[in-house]
Each structure stands twice: as C-alpha cells, then as structure tokens.
C-alpha cells in the first residue's frame, strides 16, 4: 500500500455504497495473478491452541522485521483467546519490546454509535486486551463512528495507516452470508467493491447486524439494552477494503465460533471449493458475489480453524 501514497484517493460510488478507491500497480497484478493455489488452512485442538498461534506469527513478523510493526484487529470471537494471552504478557512486562513496536488500528465498525458503547469494537478490544497493553503500545487508530462526517474521518484514518507503511499483519475472520456467501471485514456480497478499494462505507444489511450483535453476546461482553438499541439503529458499516487486504504483507485469519454461529460451515465450504475464473471480468464478479473469495487471491495467508467447522 504504501507504494501508492502519493495517488489521489477517489470517491466511488455504487448504488448506495461508498468506496474509496486508489489505483495501485501491485495489487492489480495481485487480483490478476493467474496462478491461484488450493486454499490451505490449518486444524488445531482448541481455541487457545488458535490464539497461540497467531500470537506466534505476531512474534514471528516482529522478528522478521526491524522497526515498527503495523496490525489490524480482528473483532468477535475469532481473536479473543490471542488478546487474552497478550493482556497476561503485557501485565508482567514479557512483551514490551513489542508491543512498544506496535501501531494498531480496527478494521471495520457500525455507525453511527458512540464509541463507548460496547457493541463497538473499541470497547471490546479495551476489555479483552487490559490497560497495560494500551498504555505500552506506540498508537491505536480506531475507526471513528460518532461524526457527522464519515467520509471525511476514513479518509484520514487511511492516511495514517498508509504513512505507517502498509500493514504488516492483517488478522481476518470470516463472516457468514446468505447462501453460503461470506464477507471479511464488513465488505458484504453484492456491494461492488473492487480490487483498488481500501475502504467503503456500506448501508446496514439484517443479516451483518444480527451476526454482530450476536456474536458480541456470544464472546461474554457485558452490553445494555441502551447500547443494544443504539446498535440496532446504526445506518453503515465502516470497513476497510480488497485492496487493504490484498496489500498487507501477512494475513492471519482464525474462525473459531463454528459453534455458535454454524452458518459459517458452509460459507468456508465454498470459500475452499469455488473455483477462481481466469477471466478477470468474471472474477470481479465472483469476488463482489462472496467477498469471502478475496483471501484466496492473496499470496501470504495462514488460515486457523478448529474441528468442529468442518463437520456435516
């Protein structure tokens, strides 16, 4: 992404959905690669085991890379066991060395809501991660859902992140979408994002509000009626788009909740199974149908699942 910094970015609209878009050479030839792998992923035994994991890979880049580190949360369930280990390491001082390395924004966000209401990511991320953690790292650049203009907001939480240099981890999840669809971040199907979208402003759908707010009581927040119903009259999502996701160096991406949200069975079913056309226009077309489809084209994904999202 950063390569691009210096393009203008470019309002796009489509039917009702806003996208804010930049031409951008690399992720062209990403979307267009014509060698397209077998999607991998990997079982492990538990959700802890998951949190581990991508914790290891955080301690993997760090590694890999001098200077500062740039992530992008996943919200929900699908990274609760890693914020939970990290909150224990940032108390006893173990980490500080990375975790004072570490700008970190939020990927996606309903709105309009107050950013303390604890169907907001912020919130969670608050509870899950501690106080230390917060105070050690270098930033955090959440995605502001309590102004009156929030194309104007996006577009400055996305220079910030692109003077940063990019994103070096970018930890995804996967969404379940009528049928058998899915969505990553908030980008949901039928929604026209393109490739050189970094991030869109899209009307509510029934179905992402319900998952959210589901999903938020599922991992143990403590919400209100007050700040259920203030979530329930939230108008779009903020999100960031493809060509976020097909620029960050690293995408780790961890479905967990099988259980609790079983749609998602299906929708990794044909995530794995459908087969990417070579025809770009037809791709396109694919992509924007199951935006789930979009870790497919990126060359650098480990994808960490449990058992139970391959049973019958």
Same mark, same amino acid.
């Given at each position: 992404?950063?390569?691009?910094?210096?393009?203008?970015? =470019?309002? +796009?609209?489509?039917?009702? #959905?806003?996208?804010?878009?930049?031409? #951008?050479?690399?992720?062209?030839?990403?979307? $267009?690669c014509s060698s397209i792998?077998?999607?991998?992923?990997?079982?492990?035994?538990?959700?802890?085991?998951?949190?581990?994991?991508?914790?290891?890979?955080?301690?993997?880049?760090?590694?890999?890379?001098?200077?500062?580190?740039?992530? =992008?949360?996943?919200?929900?369930?699908? *990274?609760?066991?890693? /914020?939970?280990?990290?909150?224990?390491?940032?108390?006893?001082?173990?980490?500080?060395?990375?975790?004072? +390395?570490?700008?970190?924004?939020?990927?996606?966000?309903? *709105?309009?809501? +107050?950013?303390?209401?604890?169907?907001?990511f912020v919130r969670d991320?608050?509870?899950?991660?501690?106080?230390?953690?917060?105070?050690?790292?270098?930033?955090?650049?959440?995605?502001?859902?309590?102004? &009156?203009?929030?194309?104007?907001?996006?577009?400055? %939480?996305?220079?910030?992140?692109? #003077?940063?240099?990019?994103?070096?981890?970018?930890?995804?999840?996967?969404?379940?979408e009528a049928k058998a669809?899915?969505?990553?971040? /908030?980008?949901?199907?039928?929604?026209?994002?393109? %490739?050189?979208?970094?991030?869109?402003?899209?009307?509510?759908?029934?179905?992402?509000?319900?998952?959210?707010?589901?999903?938020?009581?599922?991992?143990?927040? $403590?919400?209100?009626?007050?700040?259920?119903?203030?979530?329930?009259?939230?108008?779009?999502?903020?999100?960031?788009?493809?060509?976020?996701?097909?620029?960050?160096?690293?995408?780790?991406?961890?479905?967990?909740?099988?259980?609790?949200?079983?749609?998602?069975?299906?929708?990794?079913?044909?995530?794995?199974?459908?087969?990417?056309?070579?025809?770009?226009?037809?791709?396109? $077309?694919?992509?924007?149908?199951?935006?789930?489809?979009?870790?497919?084209?990126?060359?650098? =994904? +480990?994808?960490? =699942?449990?058992? &139970?999202?391959?049973?019958?």
């Amino acid at each position: 992404m950063s390569a691009s910094v210096q393009q203008k970015i =470019v309002r +796009r609209q489509f039917e009702e #959905n806003i996208w804010l878009a930049r031409e #951008n050479d690399k992720i062209r030839e990403i979307f $267009a690669c014509s060698s397209i792998e077998p999607y991998k992923f990997e079982v492990l035994e538990s959700e802890e085991a998951v949190g581990q994991a991508m914790f290891n890979e955080l301690q993997k880049t760090a590694t890999e890379k001098t200077g500062d580190l740039t992530i =992008v949360l996943l919200g929900g369930r699908g *990274a609760q066991a890693m /914020y939970r280990l990290i909150n224990k390491k940032a108390e006893t001082g173990e980490i500080d060395d990375l975790l004072g +390395r570490l700008h970190v924004f939020t990927q996606d966000a309903l *709105a309009p809501i +107050r950013m303390n209401n604890a169907f907001s990511f912020v919130r969670d991320f608050e509870r899950l991660l501690g106080d230390a953690f917060f105070k050690k790292i270098k930033s955090f650049t959440p995605m502001q859902t309590d102004t &009156n203009d929030l194309e104007t907001a996006l577009a400055d %939480y996305l220079e910030k992140l692109e #003077n940063l240099g990019g994103i070096d981890i970018f930890f995804l999840g996967l969404g379940p979408e009528a049928k058998a669809a899915s969505h990553l971040c /908030y980008i949901k199907p039928d929604s026209g994002a393109k %490739y050189n979208d970094l991030a869109g402003i899209i009307p509510i759908s029934q179905t992402i509000l319900e998952h959210h707010i589901s999903k938020f009581k599922a991992g143990g927040s $403590a919400v209100s009626e007050t700040d259920e119903a203030e979530t329930r009259g939230a108008t779009h999502i903020l999100t960031l788009g493809p060509s976020a996701i097909l620029g960050a160096g690293k995408i780790v991406q961890s479905i967990v909740d099988a259980a609790t949200a079983p749609a998602k069975k299906e929708s990794f079913k044909r995530v794995l199974d459908t087969k990417i056309s070579d025809d770009l226009p037809m791709r396109e $077309a694919q992509m924007d149908e199951n935006p789930g489809l979009w870790l497919r084209l990126h060359p650098n =994904v +480990r994808s960490l =699942v449990l058992p &139970n999202l391959l049973d019958e």
